[in-house]
T-cell receptor, first 112, second 115 residues
């Protein structure tokens, strides 16, 4: 069975500082990995995905994520955080079917 | 842009009522999903459908049923609402072909309160 862990419930950073949101996964076979973001009072939005190829994936709003097979991780990063990046972030994994398994989510707060 | 709409943003029902949550997508997606979102638990899959009249149970189907009579519409039914079904319900769809690496597009959610 596949699973995703987001070890931090909350991440707090100052505007302009680097932002990292951690995700580790457990899945048999080659994983498909995703990051979604949920802004206050809005639905989930797709940020980026890893299917195969380059381990560094670039996505929307300046975010990127690095796939590390040996550490089974897929951490989300942004070099310089903005106040508007404050949101709830979800990591998700899909094995070989349609279904996504989501992590519990990490609340990011960027202070001005 | 893909648009996924849900019939209500907020809904208040009483214990024992039958509740219908409707979801419509406008991009001819074959796959549609219903999740519930609870703090600290993330999103959990209730049911999904990969074609009209086809459905499969997700991780937490108990107490729920679904209906997909038309490709664009996927309904979630709470046969007899209970207080532990108070939650945020999210509908999603994904592009034709059902490939697991296609991202899902989400509706705005319905916050259901069962009293």
């Amino acid at each position: 069975a596949q699973s995703v862990a987001q070890p931090e419930d909350q991440v707090n950073v100052a505007e302009g500082n680097p932002l990292t949101v951690k995700c580790t996964y457990s899945v048999s076979g080659n994983p498909y990995l995703f990051w979604y973001v949920q802004y206050p009072n809005r639905g989930l939005q797709f940020l980026l995905k890893y299917i195969t190829g380059d381990n560094l994936v670039k996505g929307s709003y300046g975010f990127e994520a690095e796939f590390n097979k040996s550490q089974t991780s897929f951490h989300l990063k942004k070099p310089s955080a903005l106040v508007s990046d404050s949101a709830l972030y979800f990591c998700a994994v899909a094995p070989n079917d349609y279904k996504l398994s989501f992590g519990a989510g990490t609340t990011v707060t960027v202070r001005a | 842009d893909v648009k996924v709409t849900q019939s209500s943003r907020y809904l208040v029902k009483r214990t024992g009522e039958k509740v219908f949550l409707e979801c419509v997508q406008d991009m001819d997606h074959e796959n549609m999903f219903w999740y519930r979102q609870d703090p600290g638990l993330g999103l959990r899959l209730i049911y999904f459908s990969y074609d009209v009249k086809m459905k499969e149970k997700g991780d937490i189907p108990e107490g729920y049923s679904v209906s997909r009579e038309k490709k664009e519409r996927f309904s979630l039914i709470l046969e007899s609402a209970s207080t532990n079904q108070t939650s945020m319900y999210l509908c999603a769809s994904s592009s034709p072909g059902g490939r697991s690496h296609d991202e899902q597009f989400f509706g705005p959610g319905t916050r259901l309160t069962v009293l």
